[in-house]
């Protein structure tokens, strides 16, 4: 099955700096791929998410890339705010397989 | 939006109680999931459920049970609680070709 690996698993910038989180997965036939944030005492919310049919994806100051033949993909977030500061997870799965299987996380903390 | 409303917030158990807990969604989809949220382990996926009144086993379903009777409701049941289960637990669901909307949690304490 399909495993999910998430690095790093905490990450700390300055307000303003450019955060990075990355994940490679194991499934060569996994073929979506999305990113939650979760906030204290929330439950996980899709931020963004990409298909294996494109390389990269952006809204406003989130983007993904993927690199299919590397079998990874990345979380990039610009001019970070406080209010970036939760716990992100990456996932990947097969479109309507139910099988999604999430990385262990990585808590951001953005630093005012 | 939607909705996905799991029933507690927080719920202490006593060891060998059976637990219920409970999930609602209101845009009529298909799939509904149970996961469970360890530090360090991130979701593991306990039971989903692709239809009313079918179920399958995910990844670490032992000891627990679902019951899905209604299509909104997904219900994860706890036959006879241990204190390794203590845990939050999340439900959520989704259409089926795109990402899954989840509830805020249920953290189970089992003493």
């Known amino acids: 099955g399909e495993n999910v690996e998430q690095h790093p698993s905490t990450l700390s910038v300055q307000e303003g700096d450019s955060a990075v989180i990355k994940c490679t997965y194991s499934d060569s036939a996994s073929n979506y791929f999305p990113w939650y944030k979760q906030e204290l005492g929330k439950g996980p919310q899709l931020i963004i998410d990409i298909r294996s049919n494109v390389g990269e994806k952006k809204d406003q100051r989130i983007a993904v890339t993927l690199n299919k033949t590397a079998k990874h993909f990345s979380l990039h977030i610009t001019e970070t705010q406080p209010e970036d500061s939760a716990v992100y997870f990456c996932?990947?799965?097969?479109?309507?397989?139910?099988?999604?299987?999430f990385g262990a996380g990585t808590r951001l903390t953005v630093k005012p | 939006d939607v909705k996905v409303t799991q029933s507690s917030r927080y719920l202490v158990k006593r060891t060998g109680e059976k637990v219920f807990l409970e999930c609602v969604q209101d845009m009529d989809h298909e799939n509904m999931f149970w996961y469970r949220q360890d530090p360090g382990l991130g979701l593991r996926l306990i039971y989903f459920s692709y239809d009313v009144k079918m179920k399958e086993k995910g990844d670490i379903p032992e000891g627990y049970s679902v019951s899905r009777e209604k299509k909104e409701r997904f219900s994860l049941i706890l036959e006879s609680a241990s204190t390794n289960q203590t845990s939050m637990y999340l439900c959520?669901?989704?259409?089926?070709?795109?990402?899954?909307?989840f509830g805020s949690g249920t953290r189970l304490t089992v003493v």
């Open positions: 996932a990947a799965s097969i479109v309507l397989n139910n099988d999604m299987r």
């Open positions: 959520a669901s989704t259409e089926g070709a795109g990402g899954y909307t």
